[in-house]
């Protein structure tokens, strides 16, 4: 998709502030600063629309990004920072999980991990708890561009390993520096979106 029009339209904390105009939605999900606004501007083509933070834990509310009026990107809280307290941990989580399981217009979400390392538990946990509910996940490793290109295989199948991949599912390696990896991304969100298997969603 080429997209010259993008709008934040809402960030909501509960679902009676969702968009009510009945759009296709995807989700973004990852652990605080592994790269979610960086690949959200590759796909919009902007420089810093969506906010980019050296603060890990500033994104508190569920932001909704109006696409070409066709779609949503839905940038979701960071999970897995330690210095937010427990208390708040605890609110993004019944927040997160009220809009992952209950939002009908809710088409996929694309996990993001770091390329360089082997997921985190708070990673796995994802993973196995959007597969559980049967979501539709692309694996999204981040940072590739950090990565001898020699190794990306040996990494790849690092994070399946760990995270127990399902071949159901899609991964891409993905750099926001070269944006390598964006027509793959939309190529899945496009799929999902207006066409494709959306049972169970």
């Given amino acids: 998709m080429e997209v010259n029009n993008v709008e934040l339209v809402m960030s909501a904390v509960s679902p009676t502030q969702y968009p009510t105009t009945g759009y296709p939605e995807i989700a973004f999900v990852g652990r605080s600063n592994v790269g979610k606004s960086s690949m959200t501007n590759v796909l919009i083509?902007?420089?810093?629309?969506?906010?980019?933070?050296?603060?890990?834990?500033?994104?508190?509310?569920?932001?909704?990004?109006?696409?070409?009026?066709?779609?949503?990107?839905?940038?979701?809280?960071?999970?897995?920072?330690?210095?937010?307290?427990?208390?708040?941990?605890?609110?993004?989580?019944?927040?997160?999980?009220?809009?992952?399981?209950?939002?009908?217009?809710?088409?996929?979400?694309?996990?993001l991990v770091d390329a360089r390392h082997e997921p985190t538990q708070d990673d796995v946990q994802m993973y196995q708890w959007l597969s559980y509910y049967d979501i539709p996940i692309l694996i999204l490793a981040t940072k590739a561009d950090k990565i001898v290109r020699g190794k990306w295989n040996k990494q790849e199948s690092i994070i399946k390993k760990k995270l127990g991949f399902n071949k159901k599912d899609s991964f891409v390696m993905f750099s926001a520096q070269t944006k390598m990896g964006k027509d793959e991304i939309w190529k899945w969100i496009e799929d999902h979106a207006f066409g494709g298997d959306q049972d169970g969603i």
Avoid: C, H
């Fill in 45 to 111: 083509n902007r420089k810093s629309y969506a906010r980019t933070s050296s603060q890990p834990g500033k994104t508190q509310t569920l932001n909704f990004y109006q696409v070409e009026d066709q779609l949503y990107f839905v940038d979701v809280p960071g999970y897995g920072y330690a210095k937010v307290s427990k208390q708040e941990r605890e609110k993004w989580g019944e927040m997160i999980e009220t809009y992952l399981t209950q939002r009908e217009t809710l088409r996929g979400v694309v996990s």
